[in-house]
């Protein structure tokens, strides 16, 4: 008997080229399939993500009661500490418009004094992120039909981003880990789009239709996209926002960067009738901020398990 899959195959993209009609059809059986798909030429230097990570663990290795201080009570609340998303999952938001900003409030809060790099880093990273997601949305309209692309200006057009920075420590024992322990357990996100650089550790894994758990297996300089929940509600689920979560299987640090592209708070989402066709509407109108708040209220306290989603939030009959 052959062993049985544990990794998904997702097709790659070369960003940096337009994509023929059959790279077309595979990444709109990707979205549809897995809601997961890899990008490569995306312009995001091995580099840039070194300093980022570098200077990230830099803030990260500060005594707990400092890095409390943009903690979830804090003004800045940009650090979500361990114990929330689990107890070995700690994270830094740094939001757009203006990345350099927010990274600059964010560490003025941590260390009392600005970091010029840090900052200048994530504007970098910021700024080419953003640009990313909208070619990608752009991609993922002409998937959904020749006549989407249009509807980029009046739907996307006030979209923005924010990165989250993770960092994962397991416990150290390996008797601790078992057989690995959830680093952020299973969830679907609350964005358009999201795009992952996840380092060589591994353990992020997509959950199939019929509910089996596949890795996502790293690769060098390749970055994961997947759909996140705004764009499956206003895709009327043509574009599947999958669930996933992070395993950690071995005593190593694990550290990711996470950019999530998202709609307006005030946007109403519908999806519009031309992408709906002759099929029945899945999801109620709903507004963006509406659903943000009902998760962050299903997600407090309840780390081991989220399962929320949009589905359950404004689905019509069953979703
Ligand atoms: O750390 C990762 O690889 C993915 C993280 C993730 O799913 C998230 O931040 O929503
Ligand atoms: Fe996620």
């Known amino acids: 008997m052959p062993a049985p899959k544990t990794s998904v195959h997702l097709p790659v993209f070369d960003i940096s080229k337009?994509?023929?009609?059959?790279?077309?059809?595979?990444?709109?059986?990707?979205?549809?399939?897995?809601g997961f798909f890899h990008i490569i030429n995306h312009?995001?230097?091995?580099?840039?993500?070194?300093?980022?990570?570098?200077?990230?663990?830099?803030?990260?290795?500060?005594?707990?009661?400092?890095?409390?201080?943009?903690?979830?009570?804090?003004?800045?609340?940009?650090?979500?500490?361990?114990?929330?998303?689990?107890?070995?999952?700690?994270?830094?938001?740094?939001?757009?418009?203006?990345?350099?900003?927010?990274?600059?409030?964010?560490v003025e809060a941590l260390l009392n004094?600005?970091?010029?790099?840090?900052?200048?880093?994530?504007?970098?990273?910021?700024?080419?992120?953003?640009s990313l997601s909208k070619k990608i949305t752009e991609i993922l309209l002409m998937c959904l039909g020749e006549d989407f692309e249009r509807e980029f200006e009046s739907e996307f057009s006030k979209c923005e981003g924010y990165v989250r920075i993770n960092n994962y420590s397991p416990p150290e024992s390996r008797m601790a880990m078992g057989k690995g322990v959830?680093?952020?357990?299973?969830?679907?996100?609350?964005?358009?789009?999201?795009?992952?650089?996840?380092?060589?550790?591994?353990g992020l894994q997509v959950r199939s239709?019929?509910?089996?758990?596949?890795?996502?297996?790293?690769?060098?300089?390749?970055?994961?996209?997947?759909?996140?929940?705004?764009?499956?509600?206003?895709?009327?689920?043509?574009?599947?926002?999958?669930?996933?979560?992070?395993?950690?299987k071995e005593c190593v640090n694990r550290f990711s960067l996470a950019f999530f592209w998202c709609f307006e708070d005030n946007k109403v989402i519908f999806a519009p009738d031309e992408v709906v066709g002759e099929d029945l509407r899945s999801y109620r109108p709903f507004l963006c901020s509406d659903y943000l708040r009902f998760r962050e209220n299903n997600v407090r306290g309840r780390f081991e398990k989220v399962g929320f989603t949009v589905k359950d939030f404004a689905g019509i009959g069953g979703g």
């Open 182 to 202: 959830e680093g952020l357990g299973m969830h679907t996100d609350m964005s358009c789009l999201t795009i992952v650089y996840q380092d060589d550790v591994g």
């Open 113 to 130: 004094q600005t970091n010029s790099e840090f900052c200048e880093v994530l504007r970098e990273y910021g700024v080419k992120m953003r």
């Open 18 to 34: 337009s994509l023929t009609p059959s790279s077309m059809a595979s990444l709109s059986l990707a979205c549809k399939e897995w």
């Open 43 to 106: 312009g995001i230097s091995k580099d840039l993500y070194t300093k980022l990570r570098f200077l990230s663990y830099q803030l990260f290795s500060l005594p707990y009661d400092r890095k409390l201080k943009a903690g979830p009570t804090s003004n800045a609340k940009t650090y979500t500490p361990h114990f929330i998303a689990s107890p070995f999952f700690e994270s830094l938001r740094v939001s757009g418009p203006d990345f350099r900003a927010s990274a600059q409030s964010s």
């Open 209 to 248: 239709k019929d509910g089996k758990w596949l890795d996502i297996d790293p690769c060098e300089e390749t970055l994961v996209v997947n759909i996140g929940d705004l764009l499956h509600a206003w895709s009327n689920g043509r574009l599947r926002s999958s669930e996933h979560r992070v395993v950690l």
